[in-house]
């Protein structure tokens, strides 16, 4: 399918609400991919079946502080030249990129690149929603290196990590971007189709647009908007979307712990003051408690959205005396397996629990 | 004693208020120059009643900075020099704007070298050969206003200071905007408030001349205040350098007017005028501001703005097939010559207000021969068109009160099937007058800070510091303020506390505690 300006709207307010909290305001990557596909022939968003085995694929997209992109702005050159660098580096000739997170901003970072560079977007990526770490990803988790990898900072600037573990990658490539600025766009993740097909989550940039234009054309209030998104979430293999509180946030308490931005809000329900909630936050939604009671954690999807409007918040927006709607939704299956639960499950962000799925939590 | 005066598209309203009562309220006709409207309301207030001479200050709402910009009309070309090269390449300033509007005001830009990164280091040096070359093409253009605009200008402003000094040194008849005088953290929408406040300086002057004008030839000599986006007020002398700031204060000055006329803090606020109708919810006395960013023309903007829900329903819409349709397409301010009862050939919502016996305007005896079902089918319309814009503003579970103010009022039923308890206060249609007349004075300021090198406490004084002065300058009495919102984020996977801060002041107006002869405090 070839990307259209509508397309691309979409794809930015449906990546909003995978986001979780995380992923930054999608709006500066919505602009360079409007740029891009103004200034290029549009990207091509294909299925990795349309693809032969053997041919290259690299994930490409932001790491950093998507806060610090308000200011700092991104350039729509900064992906090609990432790829470039990428391609004269090692020699290898990409043949379609992908996307590393489907939640916030970089979601369309891939379509910015696949314009300018003359190659299709692969439909899905490597999260199903937002998280924060490198060693996330489902394609880490599968066991494909993230190095050689091409970071290219504000001024243009590239540099080359090679040949280091994902963990070491994680931090060195953290701290290069907080001394660049605070944000610099890489390409990561060099491998065949045959090797993606094993971990990607499938379609999730099709199912983005799809929510995006629920948002945009059933415009009400949240309960509304849940009830128009469940046949959209039906087919895939998210779970179902329950609706897990709505009430006014009371409290946000969040401050700068190892590199993150940690801590909670508290809510009272709309219908019942004695009735308050806790939401745990490290950039994403991680855990519901409603007393002791454990409503939902990571890695299944928390979103918060706006009770009156239906539009999801994002955690760095959240603040005292807003009306939420609070969703939970069963993550793809991909982050269910034991190898994924080791990085991705609730003792990955410092709880001392482990995962139980919504389904069995609320019903 | 104080006067309110709001400048709507049909009419200007005036209010006479002594502390909190109503005194006197007059409704004249918008006139095509504005100023002889205000004349005239003013001169209406004064037959009514003597004590208007004695006010001691006049607020002033007015559609005629938003109308500006909406209609792409009285703006002036602006130049927009951003320093924050090399980022942002292929994001020039104006981007993203609707091409009419970039048009309209030039669309000249210069992208250069400067600016400062989250940390505090410089993310590109100033280029003194860069930026006097683009000093001299802004004369070779003629450009006379200029919005200049600097990556992290919130946190560090110097370079959009230094900029500014250069042009004033060699360009002394430019006028400028700096970003980090009207907006907050996001470089974009901060420099496209600067250009549209920019685009409207030269307007803003002949405005407040004619206002000015107005004043005088009325023998009011009283400090006079203009109506901002947030419910609060600024003095005229920075009205003048602020324009942009005015943007939706029209629905402001109607949400916190309904919350004066009825006592009520939590409500939902129906404003019904000619064309439109404007919902908005009212949260302890205030307006709900939208939790979105708020474009003004289709321009992309961080202003402060209520969160208001338009609909095409107003006392001139037009009524169609038997009254089971109403709207969007209204008669404007041709109402007093085309509707029914004022002997014109069209059917009006107005007219079925009064056919229904809840409106007296115009020759009832006119709509005397109206179809029964017509009428009841206009009003179950209606009814149903309020009801179902009303559940979507409604926060949460519990059905707030409705307050019904503005001109058109009288058109909506007397009863909605939700359940919603409406309340028709007494001068609910100068509503938006009040609402001016009894705004305050605010004041908001941003940082980046990191809580490692200041201590929160110390950080949060600072801001509320810079705040307590915006809020002076824009004409607050200093004793009076008070923090209304201290909003703190984390920038998030930074390692330094670093975090964003940002508190919102309040206060009394000056002049109504001290009644000073003269607001011009900048």
Redesign the interface.
């Known amino acids: 399918m070839k990307l259209q300006e509508q397309h691309i709207q979409d794809l930015a307010s449906g990546a909003s609400f995978l986001a979780t909290g995380?992923g930054g305001d999608p709006?500066?990557s919505l602009?360079?991919a409007?740029?891009?596909i103004k200034?290029y022939e549009t990207a091509d968003l294909i299925s990795i079946d349309s693809l032969a085995d053997d041919a290259v694929i690299v994930a490409v997209g932001s790491v950093?502080?998507?806060?610090?992109s308000?200011?700092?702005?991104?350039?729509?050159?900064?992906p090609l030249i990432a790829i470039r660098a990428f391609e004269r580096h090692t020699g290898l000739s990409i043949d379609a990129v992908v996307s590393f997170e489907i939640g916030g901003g970089n979601s369309l970072i891939p379509i910015v690149a696949a314009a300018a560079a003359g190659v299709p977007v692969i439909d899905g990526d490597g999260m199903g929603r937002a998280l924060?770490e490198v060693q996330m990803m489902t394609y880490s988790i599968a066991g494909i290196s993230p190095t050689p990898s091409i970071a290219v900072d504000?001024?243009?600037n590239s540099v080359v990590f090679e040949n280091i573990s994902v963990l070491e990658y994680e931090e060195q490539i953290?701290d290069f971007?907080?001394a660049r600025?605070?944000i610099v766009t890489t390409v990561e993740f060099a491998m065949t189709v045959r090797e993606l097909r094993q971990c990607i989550v499938a379609d999730t940039v099709s199912l983005a647009i799809a929510i995006g234009e629920v948002l945009r054309l059933a415009?009400?209030?949240a309960l509304h908007l849940i009830q128009k998104l469940a046949p959209v979430f039906e087919p895939t293999s998210y779970g179902q979307l329950t609706v897990l509180f709505?009430g006014?946030v009371t409290d946000v308490a969040?401050?700068?712990i190892?590199?993150?931005?940690i801590?909670y809000a508290l809510l009272r329900a709309?219908?019942n003051a004695e009735k308050q909630v806790r939401v745990d936050i490290k950039?994403e939604y991680l855990t519901v408690w409603e007393g002791d009671k454990l409503l939902t954690s990571v890695p299944d999807l928390i979103t918060l959205l706006?009770?009156?409007?239906g539009?999801p918040?994002n955690s760095?927006?959240l603040?005292f005396?807003?009306?939420v709607t609070i969703v939970g939704i069963g993550c793809p299956p991909h982050f269910r397996t034991p190898a994924a639960l080791a990085v991705v499950g609730p003792k990955c962000f410092g709880f001392d629990f482990d995962f139980t799925p919504i389904e069995k939590l609320v019903y | 004693m104080r006067i309110g005066i709001d400048v709507g598209g049909t009419h200007t309203d005036a209010v006479l208020l002594s502390g909190d009562s109503v005194v006197e309220t007059c409704k004249v006709l918008t006139s095509a120059d504005v100023m002889s409207g205000i004349v005239e309301a003013l001169t209406r207030l004064q037959e009514k009643s003597a004590l208007a001479n004695s006010a001691k200050s006049i607020m002033i709402g007015t559609t005629q900075f938003t109308n500006a910009v909406i209609e792409r009309r009285s703006l002036q070309p602006v130049a927009a020099i951003r320093l924050g090269s090399p980022s942002g390449r292929g994001l020039p300033p104006f981007v993203g704007w609707p091409e009419d509007i970039a048009e309209a005001i030039g669309g000249t830009v210069f992208e250069l070298d400067g600016g400062y990164l989250y940390n505090g280091s410089e993310l590109a040096p100033l280029n003194t050969a860069q930026l006097d070359t683009a000093i001299n093409q802004l004369g070779r253009l003629n450009i006379e206003a200029v919005a200049i605009t600097s990556a992290f200008a919130p946190m560090n402003a110097a370079p959009e200071l230094h900029v500014n000094e250069r042009i004033r040194q060699v360009l002394p008849q430019c006028r400028t905007t700096m970003s980090h005088e009207i907006g907050r953290v996001g470089l974009l929408e901060r420099e496209n408030a600067a250009i549209l406040n920019a685009s409207l300086l030269h307007f803003a002057d002949y405005v407040i001349n004619g206002i000015e004008n107005a004043l005088a030839s009325v023998r009011l000599s009283c400090p006079v205040f203009i109506s901002q986006n947030d419910g609060t007020l600024m003095d005229v002398s920075f009205a003048r350098r602020f324009p942009a700031l005015t943007f939706a204060s029209g629905p402001t000055n109607s949400l916190r007017g309904a919350a004066k006329l009825t006592g009520l803090n939590d409500a939902i606020v129906i404003d019904i005028g000619g064309t439109t109708t404007d919902i908005g919810v009212l949260r302890g006395g205030f307006p709900r501001e939208s939790n979105l960013v708020v474009e003004v023309g289709g321009v992309r903007t961080n202003f402060r703005m209520p969160d208001i829900l338009a609909i095409g329903l107003g006392g001139g819409s037009r009524v169609n097939n038997n009254g089971l349709s109403v709207g969007p397409t209204s008669v404007g301010h041709e109402l007093v010559s085309q509707a029914l009862v004022f002997g014109g050939a069209v059917l009006t919502a107005s007219d079925i207000a009064v056919a229904a016996g809840q409106a007296s305007m115009g020759d009832r005896s006119r709509v005397r021969e109206l179809n029964s079902d017509v009428v009841s089918n206009c009003l179950d319309t209606m009814g149903k068109m309020l009801a179902s814009s009303i559940q979507k503003m409604n926060p949460g579970k519990t059905a707030l009160p409705v307050v019904l103010v503005g001109g058109g009022a009288a058109i909506a039923p007397n009863t909605l099937d939700a359940g919603f308890e409406i309340v028709r206060p007494e001068h609910c249609d100068v509503a938006n007058a009040i609402g001016a007349a009894i705004a305050q004075v605010g004041g908001e300021a941003e940082r980046f800070i990191s809580y490692n090198e200041i201590v929160r406490e110390t950080a949060i004084e600072q801001v509320r510091s810079d705040a307590t002065m915006k809020a002076v300058a824009a004409g607050a009495d200093p004793d009076s303020v008070r923090v209304n919102d201290i909003e703190e984020v984390a920038i998030p996977y930074m390692d330094s506390g670093a975090t964003r801060v940002r508190v919102k002041v309040i206060g009394e107006v000056a002049a109504l505690n001290s009644y000073p002869t003269s607001a011009a405090v900048r």
């Open positions: 995380g709006y500066l602009l360079c409007q740029q891009s200034q950093g502080a998507p806060t610090t308000l200011e700092l702005l991104p350039s729509v050159d900064e924060p504000y001024a243009g953290r971007s907080m600025g605070g415009r009400g209030n709505s006014m969040t401050s700068v190892g590199g993150y931005d801590g709309d219908n950039n706006d009770t009156e409007t539009q918040i760095e927006r603040s005396g807003q009306r």
